[in-house]
């Protein structure tokens, strides 16, 4: 399958800060890609990079085919960390400006304009002056303004940021949607539970350097933290038993329920069926690795000093890694 994306050994330096280091990234066409590491780790570098907003010092990159994205720019949609919109001009004059840029001349561009308005809770809108609506809304509008002319890329930078819930909901939907209709997607996240909700392939950056690129399948699959929460029906029921399971490791026990750990391996879903026989449960699952998790293993596993293993964590608490997921 053809690359939508390429890059070869880049590099992007500022003075004597490396913010990308060396960089190979290949993304093919129709994939969903999250781009994801805490704030400062190179993700907005590297896509002004693909989008020759800025230049490597070395390396190259290829975007749709060609050499820049300059000379595709009509297939791309972009949604930068800066957002921005004409403020006096109206909802619906806005995106029509904004499709006839992209050489959209649909003579249904108007009712697809009110589709989507809709579709992302701004129906009625058209008529609205941008500077009326909030800043959540002028999110959504700004969005749309990036598929308004059906892209065959989709890059967004950050763009659940500061939206509520519900909207954070309504994009996702409609990011999935533009995939489904054949776009490739690459989105860039500091939250890595918005990356677990959308992505099939997730790549991990640290210090302009990529920690992981992987399907999130295999992530799941390789980093399996081996755990299964267990709530027993009764609050008061003895879960020292389970410890006396061959292939249990040992039972934590906290407010929020029990973790069983499982011993190197044992069949996850033969041990459940096990420990329901011994004690009746209110909950039982699987236990899933985290992003968030698998990213500060591989980066401290690099790290040798505790101080810097203790500024990658406040770095991470401070980039919000806990938000709620979509």
């Not at 909950?283 to 810097?308: G, Q, Y």
């Amino acid at each position: 399958m053809n690359a939508a994306i390429e890059l070869r050994k880049v590099t992007k330096t500022f003075g004597r800060t490396i913010a990308v280091d060396n960089f190979d990234l290949v993304i093919p066409q129709g994939g969903i890609y999250g781009f994801i590491g805490p704030n400062g780790a190179g993700k907005t570098t590297t896509i002004r990079l693909i989008m020759s907003i800025l230049f490597p010092d070395s390396g190259d990159v290829s975007v749709l085919g060609c050499p820049s994205a300059l000379e595709a720019k009509n297939r791309i949609g972009y949604l930068p960390e800066e957002r921005g919109v004409y403020r006096k001009m109206r909802v619906g004059d806005f995106l029509n400006y904004i499709a006839s840029l992209k050489g959209v001349s649909d003579s249904d561009l108007n009712k697809r304009i009110s589709v989507l308005l809709k579709s992302v809770g701004l129906g009625g809108t058209e008529r609205k002056k941008c500077e009326e609506l909030s800043k959540g809304m002028l999110q959504k509008v700004q969005i749309l303004a990036a598929i308004i002319h059906r892209p065959d890329l989709l890059i967004l930078d950050e763009p659940f940021s500061g939206l509520d819930p519900v909207s954070t909901r309504l994009l996702r939907d409609l990011i999935l949607e533009e995939n489904r209709r054949g776009a490739t997607i690459l989105f860039s996240t500091h939250v890595m539970p918005q990356a677990e909700e959308i992505c099939e392939h997730v790549i991990m950056v640290h210090q302009g350097r990529k920690v992981l690129d992987e399907k999130l399948s295999t992530i799941r699959s390789q980093y399996d933290p081996r755990i299964i929460e267990f709530n027993p029906l009764d609050p008061n029921a003895d879960v020292s038993v389970l410890t006396n399971l061959t292939g249990v490791d040992r039972v934590d026990r906290d407010d929020s329920g029990c973790k069983v750990l499982l011993a190197e391996g044992v069949n996850p879903a033969e041990m459940m069926h096990r420990i329901i026989d011994s004690i009746t449960p209110a909950r039982l699952e699987l236990s899933r690795p985290r992003l968030e998790d698998i990213f500060i293993r591989l980066v401290s596993a690099k790290t040798d000093s505790v101080e810097d293993r203790q500024k990658l964590r406040a770095n991470l608490a401070q980039s919000s890694f806990g938000e709620a997921s979509l």
